[in-house]
């Protein structure tokens, strides 16, 4: 048998098991959930761009909207997908300092966002918004509090995965690991690239 | 590989262990599957019970055996229950069981997550249930519509209950979709193409999609509510005391019915399935028009996203709206007929084997029939408008969810019941069950088309005398008492052949599909050497290689070397922290925001168990 044969039918192995597509069940998995998660966030879009102009009582998006600091939470977003991607690299390589300092810079983007958004909250409280002021600020926080959450959890998957990787348990052959993360991690990313316009940006321009 | 003949891991593990620690950390399908059935099970006659009690209390006008708010929640329960912990989770049963066992694996992509749903489930179950002994159950319907389920108007624990109750089955149903969906696609046998699977596994796939296309949407929606109703936010509500919002009740119905309407689906395509199973076998024929059936059920799962407002035309969406629901919801009669005329074009000419099983399928296709032809009537919106909200809707609804999944679903427990117990369930007690079952049904729920033509209503707790209504109530609950009777006749039929020593074979019934060629009821590994397969029903492809109407009677193994999923206790411990969570917030204290102490620990439970559960190995070291 040829190397790539080899290559080949790893890729449909799992834990012993014959795969019937080329790709492992956690992967498959998490599409999935992946799949199914972006009608979650569908219908907390939906229901936020339903109810935006809803505040007789209150401050609405103008009044609140940082968009400077939501700008920098977003490059910091967008620029640990490539981060991961960085570590995912060094992961299949077997470069144990490439993945480490990688997955840290992301955890690290992780830690900033979610940072971010507990400093813009607190900023709104401050400027008398809270979760129940108007419907504007319940959807707002209801949207983008699931989102940060997703990002925290995300965050501490990651972690865990740099906690591993530090004892060396993310060996090439276990690239998959932090693979299935980072496509997790991915997706987050994306949905606040859907977020981000639609609930800042296009909120002002009204 | 020189030690091969010792005992494999998992015997010597399990004989430690006692037979309650056993089932409690099981992640064996077959097991989970079993446990589904029989937790559902028990749902289902607490259901049916509250369905005798709301029968006795319209058995005549002006009665006054229940209070108009114990008959809230009665009906408000009986739909949650049947809904939710009984045709999902007896449909669940035969996932769990079968669907390994028709693709020829061993087990599901991810058991422990398997059994983290069972136990989900069976909580949220227990869960709903314990506000009946509080006497404060749900009773705003099991669609909970705003404000009806605001706390504005529904101030107790009642709505509670549902919310969380609802939230925390669906994680359940979530993880199932996940589970299921990766399993059907990933762990299929050598050979076992998409179009060589067996229909039910289809119907489960397609069912899967459903799950995960629809559930996050009522997840939302249930989020929105604990926001109104736990944390003071007014989605739902346009006013609250301290004035105008802007909320809007409307949104709860577009969200719950976009979830509700494909969750119809989900209701009716397993029982499809297992029709599409079942007559074949019994008919001694191949299932007629397969790709027909695989591209009509995926038709219909796709026409399911796009007609959840046919059940909003009283709101006054406006004719443009009406239109296009009335004429999506008339596209829909047409995939499902294709699979009518195909389930009879299976039967026609076939070498039919009046089993009780063939009874249950085909008194299911008649009973759907009916169910089927009074939906395409309230496709017609201005028809509708009379319709809605009358016994009517109750008579159709009963006839698609009963007369079609509970049928279908007990002609599968006849059917795959030698396979799952070694028992076979005796022939003359079945057919009583059958005539019993469809008298007392068809007695209980027709009457009700006439009653809701003249303009009972539902959800009402009596009626008065003269509108012509008293007859019609008398034989509905004359019938819902043969129909309760019918069930006991089936448990009867489980202990009596239970106690008996007669074992059945591999194969009782002639089957077409894998699960038929392994001993009843099957190893812990299902199959010694994995099945090759070359074509649909691959059963009768073997046999007919051999030249024989039966495979010799296959030897039990010891299934030495084999990779088995090794017992855990995390699903338990992660389903009791999701639990936990949620109910707490029924107990959160006013100062804390936005969880109480009661979550937090939930939360730190289930975090750590998922992170034990992370670390454990996935199965045991075998004999190599």
Same mark, same amino acid.
């Given at each position: 048998?040829?190397?790539?044969?080899l290559d080949?039918? #790893?890729?449909?192995?799992?834990?012993?098991?014959?795969?019937?597509?080329?790709?492992?069940?956690?992967?498959?998995?998490?599409?999935?959930?992946?799949?199914?998660?972006?009608?979650?966030?569908?219908?907390?879009i939906?229901?936020?761009?339903?109810?935006?102009e809803?505040?007789?009582?209150?401050?609405?998006?103008?009044?609140?909207?940082?968009?400077?600091?939501v700008?920098?939470?977003?490059?910091?977003?967008? @620029? #640990?997908s490539?981060?991961v991607?960085?570590?995912?690299?060094?992961?299949?390589?077997?470069?144990?300092?490439?993945?480490?300092t990688w997955? #840290?810079?992301?955890?690290?983007?992780?830690?900033?966002?979610? +940072?971010?958004?507990?400093y813009?909250?607190?900023?709104?409280?401050?400027?008398?918004?809270g979760?129940?002021?108007?419907?504007?600020?319940? #959807?707002?926080?209801t949207?983008? +509090? @699931?989102?940060?959450?997703?990002v925290?959890?995300?965050?501490?998957?990651?972690?865990?995965?740099?906690?591993?990787?530090?004892?060396?348990?993310?060996p090439?052959?276990?690239?998959?690991?932090?693979?299935i993360?980072a496509?997790?991690?991915?997706?987050?990313?994306?949905?606040?690239?859907i977020i @981000?316009?639609?609930?800042?940006?296009?909120s002002?321009?009204? | 590989?020189?030690?091969t003949?010792?005992?494999p891991?998992?015997?010597s593990s399990?004989?430690?262990?006692? %037979?309650?620690?056993e089932?409690?950390?099981?992640?064996?399908? &077959? &097991?989970?599957?079993?446990l589904?059935?029989?937790?559902?099970f028990?749902?289902?006659?607490?259901?049916?019970? /509250?369905?005798?009690?709301?029968?006795?209390?319209?058995?005549?006008?002006?009665?006054?055996?229940?209070?108009? /708010?114990f008959?809230?929640?009665?009906?408000?329960?009986?739909?949650?229950?049947?809904?939710?912990?009984?045709?999902?989770?007896?449909?669940?049963?035969?996932?769990?069981?079968?669907?390994p066992?028709?693709?020829?694996?061993? *087990?599901?992509?991810?058991?422990?997550?398997?059994?983290?749903?069972?136990?989900?489930?069976?909580? !949220?179950g227990l869960?709903?249930?314990?506000?009946?002994?509080? =006497?404060?159950?749900?009773?705003?319907?099991?669609? !909970?519509?705003?404000p009806?389920?605001?706390?504005?108007y529904?101030?107790?624990?009642?709505?509670?209950?549902?919310?969380?109750?609802?939230?925390?089955?669906?994680?359940?149903?979530?993880?199932?979709g996940?589970?299921?969906?990766?399993?059907?696609?990933?762990?299929?046998?050598?050979?076992?193409?998409l179009?060589?699977?067996?229909m039910?596994?289809?119907?489960?796939?397609?069912?899967?999609?459903?799950?995960?296309?629809?559930?996050?949407?009522?997840?939302v929606a249930?989020?929105?509510?604990?926001? *109104?109703?736990?944390?003071?936010a007014?989605?739902?509500?346009?006013?609250?005391?301290?004035?105008v919002? =802007?909320?809007?009740?409307?949104?709860w119905?577009?969200?719950?019915? %976009?979830?509700?309407?494909?969750?119809?689906?989900?209701?009716?395509?397993?029982?499809f399935g297992?029709?599409? /199973?079942?007559?074949p %076998?019994?008919?001694?024929?191949?299932?007629?028009?397969?790709?027909?059936?695989?591209?009509?059920?995926?038709f219909?799962?796709?026409?399911?996203?796009?007609?959840?407002?046919?059940?909003?035309?009283?709101?006054?969406?406006?004719?443009?709206?009406?239109?296009?629901?009335?004429?999506?919801?008339?596209?829909?009669?047409?995939?499902?007929?294709?699979k009518?005329?195909?389930?009879?074009?299976?039967?026609? !000419?076939?070498?039919?084997q009046? &089993?009780?099983?063939?009874?249950?399928?085909?008194?299911?296709?008649?009973?759907?029939?009916?169910? =089927?032809?009074?939906? %395409?009537?309230?496709?017609?919106?201005?028809?509708?408008?009379?319709?809605?909200?009358?016994?009517?809707?109750?008579?159709?609804?009963?006839?698609?969810?009963?007369?079609?999944?509970?049928f279908?679903?007990?002609?599968?427990?006849?059917?795959?019941?030698?396979?799952?117990?070694?028992?076979?369930?005796?022939?003359?007690l079945?057919?009583?069950?059958?005539?019993l079952?469809?008298?007392?049904?068809?007695?209980?729920?027709?009457?009700?088309h006439?009653?809701?033509l003249?303009?009972?209503p539902?959800?009402?707790?009596?009626?008065?005398?003269?509108?012509?209504? *008293?007859?019609?109530?008398l034989a509905?609950?004359?019938?819902?008492?043969?129909?309760?009777?019918s069930?006991?006749?089936?448990?009867?039929?489980?202990?009596?052949?239970?106690r008996?020593?007669?074992?059945?074979?591999?194969?009782?019934?002639?089957?077409?599909t894998?699960?038929?060629?392994?001993?009843?009821?099957?190893?812990?590994w299902?199959?010694?050497?994995?099945?090759?397969?070359? /074509?649909?029903?691959?059963?009768?492809?073997?046999?007919?290689?051999?030249?024989?109407?039966?495979?010799?009677?296959?030897?039990?193994?010891?299934?030495?070397?084999?990779?088995?999923?090794s017992?855990?206790?995390?699903?338990?411990?992660?389903?009791?922290?999701?639990?936990t969570?949620?109910?707490?917030?029924?107990?959160?204290?006013?100062?804390?925001?936005?969880? =109480?102490?009661?979550?937090?620990?939930?939360?730190?439970?289930?975090?750590?168990?998922?992170?034990?559960?992370?670390?454990?190995p996935? *199965?045991h070291?075998?004999s190599?």
């Open positions: 048998m040829t190397a790539a044969a080949h039918d #790893s890729a449909h192995m799992h834990g012993g098991h014959h795969t019937s597509l080329p790709i492992d069940n956690r992967k498959l998995a998490i599409w999935t959930f992946i799949g199914s998660e972006c009608l979650f966030f569908a219908s907390l939906t229901t936020f761009v339903i109810y935006r809803q505040h007789p009582h209150g401050p609405g998006p103008k009044e609140v909207f940082e968009v400077p600091l700008t920098a939470g977003t490059a910091v977003l967008l @620029f #640990s490539f981060f991607v960085m570590a995912l690299n060094g992961a299949q390589e077997g470069n144990r300092k490439k993945l480490l997955l #840290s810079l992301t955890v690290l983007c992780g830690c900033f966002f979610v +940072g971010m958004q507990v813009e909250f607190t900023g709104f409280m401050h400027k008398g918004m979760y129940t002021t108007n419907l504007f600020a319940s #959807s707002f926080f949207l983008t +509090g @699931f989102h940060g959450t997703h925290a959890v995300g965050t501490l998957w990651l972690a865990t995965l740099l906690k591993d990787a530090w004892k060396g348990r993310i090439p052959q276990k690239a998959l690991n932090l693979e993360a496509l997790y991690w991915h997706f987050v990313d994306v949905v606040w690239i @981000f316009p639609v609930v800042y940006l296009m002002l321009g009204r | 590989m020189a030690t003949v010792l005992e891991a998992h015997v399990y004989s430690k262990r006692n %037979v309650l620690v089932w409690l950390t099981t992640v064996d399908h &077959k &097991k989970v599957g079993i589904y059935g029989a937790s559902a028990v749902f289902f006659l607490i259901g049916g019970l /509250e369905a005798e009690v709301i029968r006795l209390q319209l058995m005549k006008a002006d009665n006054h055996l229940v209070s108009p /708010e008959y809230n929640q009665l009906f408000t329960m009986h739909g949650t229950t049947m809904i939710f912990l009984a045709i999902m989770p007896i449909s669940a049963m035969f996932f769990n069981f079968f669907v066992l028709l693709i020829g694996a061993r *087990d599901v992509a991810f058991p422990r997550l398997n059994a983290m749903s069972l136990w989900v489930f069976i909580l !949220g869960f709903l249930n314990v506000s009946l002994l509080l =006497g404060s159950a749900p009773n705003g319907g099991w669609f !909970g519509y705003a009806l389920s605001s706390r504005q529904a101030p107790g624990l009642n709505m509670d209950f549902w919310m969380f109750g609802l939230q925390i089955l669906g994680i359940a149903s979530l993880a199932a996940v589970n299921f969906f990766t399993t059907i696609l990933n762990m299929r046998a050598p050979g076992m193409t179009m060589r699977m067996p039910f596994v289809w119907s489960v796939l397609v069912t899967q999609m459903l799950v995960l296309l629809s559930f996050p949407v009522i997840t249930l989020i929105l509510l604990t926001a *109104d109703r736990i944390f003071g007014s989605f739902f509500s346009y006013a609250l005391p301290g004035g919002t =802007g909320g809007d009740p409307m949104l119905q577009h969200l719950f019915w %976009v979830f509700g309407h494909p969750e119809v689906y989900i209701l009716i395509l397993p029982a297992i029709i599409s /199973e079942i007559l %076998v019994f008919s001694r024929k191949p299932l007629f028009g397969y790709s027909a059936m695989v591209f009509s059920m995926a219909i799962a796709f026409l399911g996203f796009g007609v959840w407002s046919h059940h909003m035309f009283a709101t006054g969406m406006g004719p443009l709206a009406d239109s296009f629901f009335s004429l999506m919801t008339m596209l829909i009669a047409i995939p499902t007929g294709v009518i005329f195909n389930w009879i074009g299976t039967i026609w !000419g076939g070498s039919l009046l &089993k009780t099983p063939f009874y249950f399928s085909v008194g299911f296709i008649a009973m759907f029939i009916i169910g =089927g032809l009074s939906g %395409v009537m309230h496709a017609v919106a201005p028809a509708d408008l009379q319709q809605t909200d009358t016994y009517f809707v109750v008579a159709h609804f009963h006839y698609v969810m009963f007369g079609g999944s509970i279908a679903l007990t002609a599968g427990a006849y059917y795959w019941w030698p396979k799952m117990f070694g028992r076979l369930l005796d022939e003359g079945g057919k009583l069950h059958f005539w079952m469809l008298i007392g049904f068809n007695l209980t729920f027709f009457p009700m006439f009653a809701g003249l303009g009972m539902r959800r009402v707790y009596t009626y008065p005398s003269g509108l012509g209504f *008293d007859g019609y109530n509905s609950t004359v019938g819902a008492w043969i129909l309760g009777f069930f006991l006749v089936f448990l009867y039929n489980v202990i009596k052949t239970w008996s020593d007669v074992h059945a074979p591999a194969d009782p019934w002639g089957g077409a894998l699960e038929w060629s392994i001993p009843s009821p099957p190893p812990e299902n199959f010694e050497v994995e099945p090759v397969v070359d /074509e649909k029903d691959v059963l009768w492809a073997m046999k007919r290689r051999a030249g024989v109407h039966r495979l010799p009677e296959p030897k039990a193994g010891n299934g030495a070397g084999i990779h088995m999923p017992p855990s206790w995390w699903p338990l411990i992660t389903a009791v922290g999701i639990l969570f949620l109910v707490g917030m029924m107990f959160k204290p006013m100062w804390a925001f936005p969880f =109480g102490p009661v979550s937090l620990a939930g939360l730190l439970l289930t975090a750590i168990s998922i992170f034990k559960w992370s670390y454990q996935v *199965d070291a075998t190599h």
